[in-house]
């Protein structure tokens, strides 16, 4: 079992950062590729940024590519999400996930069913 706890949201104004962290125990951390989605109300969850086991491989949806930088440390067993010029269309329940990949430490996940572990999400608003 792994245990996914997010820290970081609020509400902020547009234009503002949050950095989001989720913190994980239980497990080797480093076995396990990561992401990041978010769910507004009304509207399925969504995936924002994935990134390797190691650390080496990122990827984000469209919508944020350049706004939001996903980072791990393998050594604090902690994922980080750095949000900056948010939109108030970013307002959403961010969550992480764990994906058990210890084959491979370049590939990264973009699909809710992928993921084998989720934390409990932490509200992000951001008001125009």
């Known amino acids: 079992q792994v245990q996914l706890v997010e820290t970081g949201g609020g509400l902020v104004q547009a234009g503002a950062s949050l950095r989001l962290s989720c913190a994980a125990s239980?497990?080797?951390?480093?076995?396990?590729?990561m992401g990041w989605f978010r769910q507004a109300p009304g509207k399925e969850r969504e995936f924002v940024s994935a990134?390797?086991?190691?650390?080496?491989?990122?990827y984000y949806v469209d919508s944020v590519k350049g706004r939001f930088t996903i980072s791990r440390d393998n050594v604090k067993n902690t994922v980080y999400l750095q949000m900056n010029s948010l939109k108030p269309e970013d307002t959403a329940v961010y969550y992480c996930?764990?994906?058990?990949?210890?084959?491979?430490?370049?590939?990264?996940?973009?699909?809710?069913?992928?993921?084998?572990?989720w934390g409990q999400g932490t509200q992000v608003t951001v008001s125009s």
């Open positions: 996930a764990a994906k058990y990949a210890s084959y491979t430490t370049s590939s990264y996940y973009t699909r809710t069913y992928d993921y084998d572990y």
């Open positions: 239980g497990r080797t951390f480093s076995w396990y590729a």
């Open positions: 990134i390797s086991r190691s650390g080496g491989i990122t």
